[in-house]
């Protein structure tokens, strides 16, 4: 499918861009279903890493450092890592692991505890949404790690999202929120009545890419 949106291109180079924004989400119908990825879409998805090469630099987590490059940084790692997992070894470069995220400050009127310095959980919830596309099976790293310290915070920042009807943030935590379930990880907040909600009330091919995601891994 990959491989074939780029052959039909009219600009095969915005194809290519357009496989590195979908970044890892690209490999998502062969990681939930089991299935073999197609060696010519694991071709197109490496050309996109060499004709457009992710940066080697490691940009700060933010608030420390520009939001973009960072973000931009950890979905080229999600991408790069599934690449070679699935063809045993991709491009043949190791992914550059970019600057984890800290976990957030503690909610007002609570104990100070790891978290403080950091930012509070509304805006850290929103910037793990950022990085939905890393929730994903088969991917594990610093920011997963982050999401199971915070479980929580992701609770509380979907919650928000809902009752600001912020429907796309809302989506891409309860991404992080399938993923713990399929973790294991005890949450606060039933991930599959949220899914279903957030489809029910908002539409919008992102929103429906992320729900449908989600509610695989809810039902895996």
Same mark, same amino acid.
């Given at each position: 499918?990959?491989?074939? =949106?780029?052959?039909?291109?009219?600009?095969?180079?915005?194809?290519?861009?357009?496989?590195?924004?979908?970044? $890892?989400?690209?490999?998502? &119908?062969?990681?939930?279903?089991?299935?073999?990825?197609?060696?010519? !879409?694991?071709?197109?998805? $490496?050309?996109?890493?060499?004709? #457009?090469?992710?940066?080697?630099?490691?940009? &700060?987590?933010?608030?420390?450092?520009?939001?973009?490059?960072?973000?931009?940084?950890?979905?080229?790692?999600?991408?790069?890592?599934? #690449?070679? @997992? #699935?063809?045993?070894?991709? %491009?043949?470069?190791?992914?550059?692991?970019?600057?984890? +995220?800290?976990? *957030?400050?503690? *909610?007002?009127?609570? *104990?100070?505890?790891?978290?403080?310095?950091?930012?509070?959980? &509304?805006?850290?919830?929103?910037?793990?949404?950022?990085?939905? %596309?890393?929730? +994903?099976?088969?991917? !594990?790293?610093?920011? =997963?790690?982050?999401?199971?310290? $915070?479980? @929580? $915070?992701?609770?509380?920042?979907?919650?928000?999202?809902?009752?600001?009807?912020?429907?796309? %943030?809302?989506?891409?935590?309860?991404?992080?929120?399938?993923?713990? =379930?399929?973790?294991?990880?005890? #949450?606060?907040? !039933?991930?599959?009545?949220?899914?279903? =909600?957030?489809?029910?009330?908002?539409?919008? !091919?992102?929103?429906?890419?992320?729900?449908?995601?989600?509610?695989?891994?809810?039902?895996?």
């Amino acid at each position: 499918m990959v491989a074939e =949106h780029v052959e039909q291109a009219e600009d095969p180079g915005a194809a290519l861009a357009a496989i590195r924004i979908l970044g $890892a989400d690209t490999f998502a &119908p062969v990681l939930l279903t089991g299935e073999a990825l197609a060696p010519q !879409d694991a071709e197109a998805v $490496a050309l996109s890493l060499t004709a #457009l090469p992710p940066s080697r630099d490691v940009a &700060p987590a933010p608030p420390a450092g520009p939001e973009g490059p960072w973000l931009m940084a950890w979905r080229d790692w999600g991408t790069a890592t599934v #690449l070679a @997992l #699935l063809t045993d070894g991709g %491009t043949g470069v190791p992914p550059t692991v970019p600057a984890p +995220l800290p976990p *957030p400050g503690p *909610p007002q009127g609570e *104990p100070a505890g790891s978290g403080t310095g950091a930012e509070g959980w &509304p805006g850290w919830s929103v910037r793990m949404g950022q990085l939905s %596309t890393l929730a +994903l099976p088969g991917l !594990d790293g610093p920011i =997963h790690d982050a999401a199971r310290a $915070a479980p @929580l $915070a992701l609770a509380r920042g979907a919650t928000r999202a809902v009752l600001r009807r912020d429907y796309p %943030t809302a989506a891409r935590i309860a991404r992080w929120l399938a993923w713990l =379930h399929t973790d294991g990880v005890p #949450l606060a907040l !039933d991930p599959a009545p949220l899914v279903e =909600h957030i489809e029910v009330m908002a539409g919008g !091919d992102r929103l429906a890419l992320d729900t449908a995601i989600a509610r695989r891994l809810i039902t895996s």
